[in-house]
């Protein structure tokens, strides 16, 4: 079976409106997940700052957001992983991925063995230079 992490912007295309191809393609993950075709992971790192953008880019009140991200949480399918590997973090980061958050998901997604869900072309090439599966859009 699939394990998919995934990654902040996957989440905000889904719960947003600013790119409406992502979001359909990110309902077919939770589609194949409802339908157990794949298991998806959402770690620690990705809720912080889904949460963070939500509040302070798209003005969302906290109330709203928390409610957003349980609902997530319960959706079929859909695990909560801490996702938290600091030997392997510090492997990557800063040199073989810049982001500190994007590192975060990597080392998650290489300890676990899963691969990542992200619209990131810098975090995509990033993984794959690295060794670390990414998930193919259909």
Request: proline share 4%; aromatic share 10%; charged share 20%.
């Amino acid at each position: 079976m699939n394990l998919i992490l995934i990654d902040t912007n996957c989440l905000l295309s889904f719960v947003t409106d600013r790119n409406p191809r992502q979001a359909n393609q990110v309902r077919e993950l939770f589609l194949d997940a409802d339908q157990q075709r794949s298991n998806l992971f959402i770690c620690g790192n990705v809720l912080t700052e889904f949460v963070y953008v939500l509040t302070r880019l798209y003005e969302v009140p906290g109330g709203k957001a928390a409610k957003m991200s349980m609902d997530l949480l319960h959706s079929p399918g859909i695990n909560f992983i801490p996702g938290y590997y600091p030997d392997e973090l510090w492997k990557l980061w800063p040199t073989k991925v810049r982001d500190i958050g994007d590192a975060i998901v990597a080392a998650t997604a290489k300890i676990e063995n899963m691969k990542i869900a992200t619209f990131d072309q810098k975090f995509r090439n990033a993984c794959k230079k690295n060794a670390i599966g990414i998930h193919k859009f259909s």
